[in-house]
């Protein structure tokens, strides 16, 4: 099969994406809490262990601990000391700021809140909507209704890749595999880093290079 120029500069795009391991209620905060992420970006929410779970809910900044009804993932714990047998995984559609807290009661005015692409300095920066979280009476019952804004995952304990475009950087590679196979070595030289316990690998920063290299033999080929 044979692929345009369009088509293999946009999976070498996309394996350039990576993923976040964010920490869920570990210590009663989000891990980090201060995210931030590109366009086509995931992130992947571990719950930990509590009497009354954890979620992943999303208000608007001047509306902290309220549901906008944008992202809620549900409510999830642990059996144990590690990470829950769910996540749920998200995709930045774009860099604007996302506001987030946990809808268990007391945990959003306790400070379990956090941001995606936060601004830094200005009035909406993750420690104004923190302060605010903390002062505010809202949350009194635990936010409930259909997920949404992500979806809801297994824990992968074994690690391994399930994204497309891993299975598309295989058909790229093989398409290309003369150009392709030192960059592919290189690569596999380098082992995944795991971010926290049961954690996949948070970059496909090596699959971006072999498509990358992909498409420098696609061109010089057209």
Do not use: R
């Amino acid at each position: 099969m044979k692929l345009t120029i369009a088509t293999i500069l946009y999976l070498a795009l996309a394996a350039q994406a990576k993923n976040i391991d964010i920490q869920t209620g570990k210590g009663g905060m989000f891990t980090p809490a201060d995210i931030k992420c590109d366009k086509g970006d995931t992130l992947t929410f571990y719950f930990y262990k509590d009497a009354g779970g954890h979620s992943v809910v999303s208000s608007d900044f001047d509306k902290p601990c309220q549901a906008n009804g944008k992202v809620f993932s549900g409510q999830y714990s642990s059996d144990t000391d590690g990470p829950g047998d769910k996540t749920f995984v998200m995709t930045c559609e774009d860099t604007n700021p996302v506001w987030i807290f946990c809808g268990n009661v007391g945990h959003c005015k306790s400070g379990m809140v956090a941001a995606i692409n936060a601004p830094s300095t200005g009035d909406q920066t993750l420690e104004k909507y923190k302060e605010a979280a903390m002062k505010t009476e809202a949350n009194t019952k635990p936010v409930s209704g259909q997920v949404a804004g992500g979806e809801v995952k297994a824990n992968d304990e074994s690690g391994g890749e399930s994204s497309s475009a891993a299975a598309a950087g295989t058909t790229v590679a093989t398409s290309a595999a003369a150009a392709t196979s030192a960059a592919a070595t290189t690569a596999a030289a380098t082992p995944p880093q795991a971010t926290g316990n049961n954690a996949p690998p948070s970059s496909n920063a090596g699959l971006g290079v072999v498509l990358l290299v992909a498409v420098a033999n696609a061109l010089l080929m057209a």
